[in-house]
């Protein structure tokens, strides 16, 4: 079953920009896009275990802030080495201007 | 058909061999490194987890089969030939190239005084097995060379419990690339978490049981590491005729002297517009010039202009530097949560960037600010300096200008 979970505002994430958000003792980034469009990936990159929300949102690409790896956030593949491996993404909405994922 | 061939598995060598296939390429490719296994990444080395030095694979062992890369592990070239095109292994095999890579990397360079065989080195996983097995809670180390493998180093080992010493001739840390007021920031934390330095001192004699200083000075260590700089590995290449100076000399698209043999990473010194060479040692610089000289290898004509960029980290302090800050630059600081940037302006223009800060706080603007000086951009020093102007607009602005 799917576990809807609010995780902030919208208003609480940069337009073009990222945050992280813990939950279960995991973590995720969500990123707001250019068009307020929210999106969740897991949220350590697949090459080291470095936080995504600390990167760079530029578009809808994300870039790790350690090796410049990089990720379309939407879908999580890996654009650019050394990021070989997809992250994987999970379902938002925004009800009310809060962000809820699906973390299910 | 005669194919590629690679001297050097580390970063630079393992990253072309994978960036001639996505280049097209589709003959023979051969990977030749000195050291046992699987190519694996050197960042890790200076950063063990609970004493555990991890060795993280560069890529994982089926992608060579996968693309079709002949890797040839713990295996050393002995020689080359320009003329006949040909490399000859340490077990006499000869192996024909079409184009030849060298990415020979670098060595520690060898400390020169009394009992200095005594130090350790820090390059490869071997090195730094041997240096954390020896590092122990409460067994005082020395490390000669405050530089950033050595600050790196005092950093874990004073977390370990060990009294860390770091000596350097140098009066200050970090004096080679990291921006003073950085440095003095990284060498204050160092000595509040109990770092004890000793600068602008000479390494007199190392002991079984310490170092003695130029001075006179006794510095009580049961494990000493050398961390004094690399030597490019030039010998092959020196052997064979090429040129070679600090480093391999290569144009700006890594062409060494001889005709089809490139060189990239450590070990290659390329030239720059004004007629210098530069050799860079950083893990960003191995990967690029890779990828320029894989493509170059096949019969591009890319000239190599990445900006230079590294990080350092220090307990929980990260440090990016994009481009090289100069002191008669134009210093800009910004003020950041968790940590601070400054800019450097050459004659109005945005050419250098550095950030130092809590983990990755910096690494954002940094990037952003990387991207300005690949913009060309002329920013406003005053809008540098506002932490509420975004990096973001001012990029937007140079790239429409």
Known sequence: ?104 | MNGMVIIGAGECGTRAAFALREAGWSGPVTLIGTEPGVPYERPPLSKPRDGIVLRKPICPPEAFGNAGIHYLADCTARSLDPVTKTVTLENGEVLPYHRLLLATGATPRRLICRGGDRALNLRSHADAEAIFARALPGHPVAIIGAGLIGMELASVLIRNGAPVHVIDTAPAPLTRAVPSHFAAQLHQRHQAEGVRFHLGQGVAEIGADGVALADGTFVPADLTVAAIGVVPETGLAKAAGLATGNGILTDAELRSSAPDIFAAGDCAAAVQPDGSHLRQESWQNARTQAETAARNMLGESQPYAALPWFWSDQYDLGLQVAGQPRPEYHMVRRPLPGGELAFYLNAGQLVAAAGLGAGNSTAREVKLAEMLILAGARPDPALLADSAINLKSLLKSARAA
């Open chain 1, 1 to 104: 079953m799917t576990d809807w979970v609010t995780a902030c505002k919208l208003d609480d994430i940069e337009q073009e920009g990222a945050i992280r958000f813990d939950h279960n003792s995991r973590t995720y980034a969500i990123y707001r896009g250019p068009d307020d469009s929210v999106w969740c990936t897991a949220g350590l990159c697949t090459h080291e275990a470095i936080h995504l929300a600390d990167g760079l949102v530029m578009d809808f690409e994300v870039e790790c802030p350690k090796h410049s790896g990089a990720f379309d956030y939407r879908t999580g593949e890996a654009l650019r080495l050394p990021a070989c491996e997809n992250l994987r993404t999970y379902p938002t909405e925004i009800v009310n201007g809060e962000v809820r994922v699906a973390l299910g």
